[in-house]
């Protein structure tokens, strides 16, 4: 049941390298990736509806980046 | 309980940053309700995630069967002692002197955001190619993704439904008369837009009441009309929708001063764009708290920006500020914050607040002018004055032509291919934000946009020198005071005293606010007052428990016990001295009895500290007037020289001595 | 300054228990617009008003007329000692072992929510009964209530049109193919909804473009075919939408140490089910702050559940937790609160915070199972490993036929009869939250679901295992270090310094975060490190300080004065003792000089604490070798013999203390 | 004009007592109840619309349970 994972990786100028994965978290949203550079890992994920709903003319995108507190092992309002 | 849940002002300026990169990629006839979210999972404190954002949202979509024009990423380039590097280490990014994040995909730059300490319009454009150069690699990579993933198929959609025929029928009947309705260069927003709109109505009226014509389409195909006589008025007449030449900044009118109460205030007002804006000088208790995953510490200087309904004549109800405006006073802050005065020339925490009270355009950059007005009207010593000025561009790939445009209006802002708001000083720019919205924008435009806007903001700068050059000599006398001591380490204690009861105590005393750091060299001592003379009374206090006694010095004592051969006097905070029975008074005293009493309050002389034992000798007659008739004793003819005085005295003072100790 | 208006976490969780209790008896064809409030007014703190919040609001709807099929109420039972105890008090529930919150009717039990440390199956039923028997007096009261309030007709309503004629027609047309569909068992949830929604739209078509059939009917019935259908596949069949047994759980994978700079994490998947948690270990600073009107105190386990739209595929805009959330996070929480270790075991604030990332059901379960799994990463030494299972139960009062479904889908949710959570370890129950939607379950039954639930729970502690079976023996090394040292009350202040000078000095240059707090027998200082070394360092530093003075201990000294009978030596912080001029070395010195210096380190040991003045009396020759051929002198013999001592060496001692004093 | 208020009072297994009291206290209300045990004291009320609103399907259910800090001689925030 383990799933088939895609991964690539390129080099900054620098030497350092920053790599991006797909196919193993969060594989209900329409698309979903992790990005690695050093231990920095970020989650992305996009979800697009089938249909616009009725009357709207715009795009109706909304983007969050947010940072959880976990991911450099802090509790949130603790100094 | 904190919890991740709304954003911080951090958070939601990344998200800006992603979200201008991605939005001009989705089709223009795309409306589905999308949501992209991108979190940082793990945290490595020199691996900034902030521009990995984009490109890890990019990725996200190019993997989906989500319509998208093709893969766009983000890099930040920093220029450290003169090199450029690619996403630095935060500790890189301390000595840099340029910070920009650039967004582009594998042929155009289509985002540019950041801060630079006065540097060049060419240095920003080199940065520029460093930063697309490693933006290459991450579009390449999320196209091999594509494909591997086999997501080359993107979903099929309909979201828009066209009457073709209506389309060119509007242009071919409309075209001419919104052209001309351009042409008539009405400055006035309301007026010029009430021109336009009369041509739709008679349009529509032409249609009859009974019109199967779908009114909504007539709507989107006059907005093109409108749109192409706009650009094209710009393009062939090389004129502007309010008359203005392409490279002509709107009237200017400042003013300082306008609010008695605030600690600095100025309104600045282009065209018909004004900023009331405020600055407020604070203590180190007024510093803003960061708590993030990755940044926590406090802010010395905030800038805030509202954009209340009434300033584009909208009855919207007040939530608070939204993104835009988060992102807007984030680009003036970092425009301003390049000329503040150090730590130690300002101890205050500065707040500047702009009050967006009419807008047509450029709000932000109002913002930078009338922010750096106020701080100069309070007597912040700023470095030198900042101005800002947005810019805009129409170009046509057809002709190969573009106009690039200074100071735009709102309309421009909608109807160009480019919004790009610099702001800098005589010396050189200081802030940057720039969105691009045409495919192939070349360097060559770029650099002209650049020295275009350099022109804007030494022309703003001129203008702002008329109402003030340089930052007022002076505070305003109710801004609050600031004086700093420095102390010796070992001091800090006794000026908090247990559980800061000694610092409550001068507070509370005084009126005063007192703020203690460590600093390399000891502590500093801020002490913050709202009068000269609640200052003068903590300064004395705190000097008082942190001075060292000196010889030859007269202090207040108070008595604290009496002994056979004198009296201990406490004449600073917590120091002791003797009063023999011999420095008491001229005449010679056979007893101490009835002379002075515990708990009375004298002045006293510091004339000796003992070299050997720190010992403090007092004396109280030497401050009163000699009796008449007194007779003086030989040894009096040395006092004052207090190196032999010793040897003179000899036989007094050795049995002083022997009694003290 | 803080304000009754936005619902606390506590009191969101007990409108969520009213709600849930309340709601199953509204009628089906209810719409209309309903607000409940229930507010404490008067508090006592013997008599927690959460228990009887749901009796009061039924006891409202019961004097309206508002239409509610019968009176409902909560009761809390508590096993104190073995003995069953409602409505217990708080102190009573400091002893409970089982804490249950149930909520019934006149005969049927509709809701439980509880925690237990590790309790059977048959010892919770017999709570569930105990408790019945107060509601059913509760409920007795409302009933008399509507009668002597006279409201036993209730208002009349018309929510709802219907076509029978229609709804029949589809049930006869469509029930078969629908039925034919479940029976594919597709197991992908988004293939499965697309096959059902393809027979619905095949249907609207087939009516034709100008059909005058009401299409949100046709949803309707459709909905109600699709229920019908799917539940008969189980009761039919004995087999499940997406192919699974009764009692099988769907297939697991996990992976623990998955974020490399989180102190432990792991991602939980089960089916379409996949949690990613993080346990991060704080300090006793980052203890959750509650401030109620009952309730104060401070968190040292905090649990945070998080759905973003993304996980079921939907493009929602991210608002934050709603109380669905907060109610997930709390059942998690209390179902892994059991194993915690104690507070001397594990001095840390834990906080588990669970991402969803897919959902397909039972995310709440998969949130128990990955917060285990992130805390075992974590190397927190939990008592045991705790996995949680989503029951459901599909029954058919008709054929009085019944299916317990172990590890329930989200459809299975929204058709089932029941929604029964329970978490536990090997050895028993540690909470549950149960959802009943059908009248006359019996206790039977609900027997065969708790046994069914255990399969299920130990059988995913198995899957668990495989990737983890106990706490990691060591915190990962990010992870901040603790220690804590017990030290007696009168040092606390010894420790914190005048201002809190010492602790601050000793963090500024260890870098270790300290916490003192008085507990019952004393003072407990808690130290934070980064690091080992940080932690040995602060470690010794505080010992320093609180140590007392052991008369044989050998010290490290400091020479801090010489006098003509010895040496004064500071053997610790403060503390300063004699070495007397015999007991500097073997041999007999005239004098002290040229012997030792002021400055000089030097090992001493303590051989005497002088019991009536306090004095130490130090020796340094006795940490030396003997020299060859040393001649031991008669007293000697009566070291040790300390009462006696003065007498026999009489003549030296006096003339020390002379010139000593 | 002292309301017409009724009570009922039921005994717990150990003999501790819960009442509650209808008819006094918020009576605009379509239902409300005081419900008291020890010095604990709940109000209730419930209130309805008429009608539903046009095209909702399902019940628009509201229960907000909260803690006046006065019920404790609290003031929020202080310690």
Redesign the interface.
């Known amino acids: 049941m383990y799933p088939n994972v895609i991964n690539k990786t390129l080099s900054l100028p620098d030497g350092r390298t920053i790599s991006v994965e797909t196919g193993k978290l969060a594989k209900q949203a329409d698309g979903s990736v992790v990005v690695r550079m050093g231990d920095t890992m970020l989650l992305a994920t996009v979800v697009s509806s089938k249909d616009a709903r009725e009357g709207v003319d715009f795009l109706p995108l909304s983007v969050d980046y947010q940072e959880k507190f976990a991911s450099a092992g802090r509790i949130p309002g603790a100094s | 309980?904190?919890?991740?849940?709304?954003?911080?002002d951090?958070?939601v300026l990344?998200?800006?940053l992603?979200?201008r990169a991605?939005?001009p990629l989705?089709p223009g006839d795309?409306?589905?309700?999308?949501?992209?979210?991108?979190?940082?999972?793990?945290?490595?404190?020199?691996?900034?995630?902030?521009a990995?954002?984009c490109?890890?949202?990019s990725?996200?979509?190019?993997?989906?069967?989500?319509p998208f024009a093709e893969p766009v990423a983000e890099a930040r380039v920093a220029r450290v002692n003169g090199e450029f590097?690619?996403?630095p280490t935060p500790a890189q990014m301390a000595e840099a002197d340029l910070d920009l994040i650039v967004a582009a995909t594998m042929e155009n730059i289509m985002m540019v955001e950041g801060e630079m300490k006065e540097v060049s319009e060419q240095d920003m454009l080199e940065a520029l190619k460093v930063a697309h150069?490693?933006i290459k690699?991450?579009c390449?990579?999320?196209i091999?993704?594509t494909e591997?993933?086999g997501?080359t198929e993107k979903?099929e959609?309909s979201?828009?439904t066209h009457d073709e025929e209506l389309e060119k029928e509007m242009f071919e009947q409309l075209y001419d008369k919104v052209y001309a309705v351009a042409k008539q260069l009405i400055s006035n927003k309301k007026e010029r837009s009430a021109a336009f709109a009369k041509v739709k109505e008679e349009y529509i009226e032409s249609l009859g009441e009974d019109t199967e014509v779908d009114l909504?389409l007539v709507s989107?195909y006059f907005g093109k009309i409108n749109k192409k006589a706009s650009r094209n008025l710009v393009l062939d007449e090389k004129i502007r929708l309010d008359g203005r030449q392409p490279e002509q900044v709107r009237p200017i009118w400042s003013e300082i001063d306008y609010l008695p109460s605030a600690h600095g205030s100025a309104v600045f007002t282009r065209g018909e764009t004004q900023s009331l804006c405020t600055t407020t000088l604070g203590t180190k208790l007024d510093e803003q708290m960061i708590?993030?995953?990755?940044h926590?510490g406090t802010n010395r200087f905030i800038l805030h920006y509202n954009f209340p309904g009434f300033s584009t004549g909208e009855a919207k109800p007040n939530r608070g500020p939204g993104r835009r405006e988060v992102g807007h006073g984030n680009l003036a802050l970092r425009a301003l914050k390049q000329v503040l005065p150090s730590h130690e020339e300002n101890p205050y925490t500065i707040r500047i607040v702009s009050d967006i009270l009419e807008s047509n355009g450029s709000s932000s950059m109002a913002t930078v002018c009338g922010g750096c007005l106020s701080m100069m009207d309070a007597g912040v010593p700023i470095k030198a004055p900042v101005s800002g000025v947005a810019m805009g561009m129409i170009s046509d790939v057809e002709t190969d032509r573009h106009v690039v445009l200074t100071d735009i209006l709102g309309d421009e802002d909608h109807l160009g291919d480019m919004d790009f708001k610099v702001t800098g000083t005589e010396d050189g720019i200081t802030a940057c934000q720039m969105d691009i919205k045409v495919e192939g924008l070349s360097y060559e435009v770029l650099e002209q946009a650049l020295m275009q806007a350099r022109d804007g903001r030494l022309h703003i700068l001129n203008e702002m020198k008329k109402t003030i050059a340089t930052p007022r000599g002076e505070m305003k006398p109710h801004t609050p005071r600031t004086v700093s001591l420095k102390i010796a380490r070992d001091m800090?204690?006794a000026v908090?005293?247990?559980?800061?009861?000694?610092v409550q105590e001068i507070q509370k005393e005084t009126g005063a606010t007192i703020v203690i750091e460590?600093v390399e060299a000891g502590g500093l001592v801020n002490i913050f007052a709202a009068s000269q003379d609640t200052m003068d009374k903590a300064v004395a206090w705190v000097k008082g428990i942190v001075a060292m006694p000196e010889e030859g010095e007269v202090y207040e004592g108070k008595v604290k016990s009496i002994t056979a051969f004198g009296a201990f006097v406490e004449f600073m905070p917590g120091k002791e001295g003797l009063l023999h029975i011999s420095e008491v008074k001229w005449e010679r005293l056979e007893s101490m009895e009835g002379v002075i009493e515990v708990g009375e309050q004298i002045q006293v002389k510091l004339i000796e500290i003992d070299k050997r034992t720190g010992k403090y000798r007092l004396s109280r007659k030497v401050l009163l007037e000699k009796p008449e008739g007194y007779q003086e004793r030989p040894p009096r003819q040395d006092r004052g020289n207090r190196g032999d005085r010793g040897d003179r005295r000899g036989g007094r003072d050795n049995r002083d001595r022997r009694r003290d100790s």
Do not use: C
């Not at chain 2, 309980?1 to 911080?8: I, P, T």
């Not at chain 2, 908090?496 to 000694?502: A, D, E, L, T, V």
């Open positions: 309980m904190k919890r991740e849940g709304k954003l911080s951090h958070e990344v998200s800006r992603i979200d991605l939005r989705f795309y409306h589905a309700e999308t949501q992209v979210m991108v979190s940082l999972i793990s945290a490595d404190e020199t691996a900034l995630p902030d990995l954002a490109f890890a949202a990725a996200a979509i190019a993997v989906s069967d989500i590097v690619v996403n150069a490693s690699e991450m390449k990579i999320q091999e993704l591997e993933t997501n979903r959609y979201h828009e909504g989107t708590d993030g995953a990755m926590q800090i204690g908090i005293g247990p559980g800061g009861k000694i460590e």
